[in-house]
């Protein structure tokens, strides 16, 4: 192992890991704080870091030697989609916060077509047995049983309640898009890539 082309052979060398050059077995070593990647995630495994029963997403990140990451948010186990996985607290934090209202796209499959009043409850607000509505929505319809769904919040199971207040079922469920992220088409369900230097900065 050398640093900055210095043998070392102590272990109680000191390092400034974001200016010293290091190698070991003539291979570079970087240090990074955070890591952020996008996983396409299928359904049957758990948005969660350790399951008893389940496989999680963390081990769908085959590879990866990034220590302490997590899932920003939930997606419900038969839910498919765009998640952020991260070790970055912060940015979680600020994703999350309620105060911040961070859009959220789905891609729903419904059990019949929404009628007009229907979509006019949804982008006003609906009860779905909270303390309060849901904050306003918008209804995109792609075809009768097809829509996007753009929500503000992060309630448990909330887009499935919501289609539900509305006398309708959701049969599939796809997230599409997270703040400034975009599900990458290219990945396949179960298929994740870091994300690029132009994302994180949007993030």
Not at 16 to 32: F, L, S
Not at 59 to 66: A, Q, R
Not at 168 to 177: C, G, H, K, P, T
């Amino acid at each position: 192992i050398t640093v900055n082309g210095q043998i070392i052979k102590k272990a109680d060398c000191k390092i400034d890991e974001n200016a010293d050059k290091i190698v070991c077995q003539n291979t570079p070593v970087t240090y990074r704080k955070y890591a952020y990647y996008m996983l396409n995630k299928p359904a049957g495994v758990v948005s969660a870091t350790i399951d008893n029963t389940a496989d999680t997403v963390i081990s769908l990140l085959n590879g990866v030697t990034d220590k302490d990451l997590f899932p920003v948010g939930r997606l419900d186990k038969d839910t498919t989609g765009l998640l952020l996985i991260t070790n970055d607290g912060e940015l979680s934090h600020r994703l999350l916060s309620p105060r911040k209202h961070v859009d959220k796209q789905y891609l729903v499959g419904l059990r019949s077509p929404l009628a007009p009043d229907h979509i006019a409850q949804l982008e006003e607000g609906v009860d779905i047995g909270d303390d309060s509505k849901t904050l306003p929505a918008k209804v995109e319809v792609l075809s009768e049983l097809q829509i996007i769904l753009t929500i503000h919040e992060g309630r448990f199971h909330q887009v499935k309640r919501m289609l539900k207040a509305v006398d309708n079922e959701v049969l599939s469920l796809q997230r599409i898009s997270f703040g400034p992220l975009t599900l990458d088409p290219t990945l396949n369900e179960g298929q994740f890539r870091e994300l690029t230097a132009e994302e994180i900065k949007l993030l």
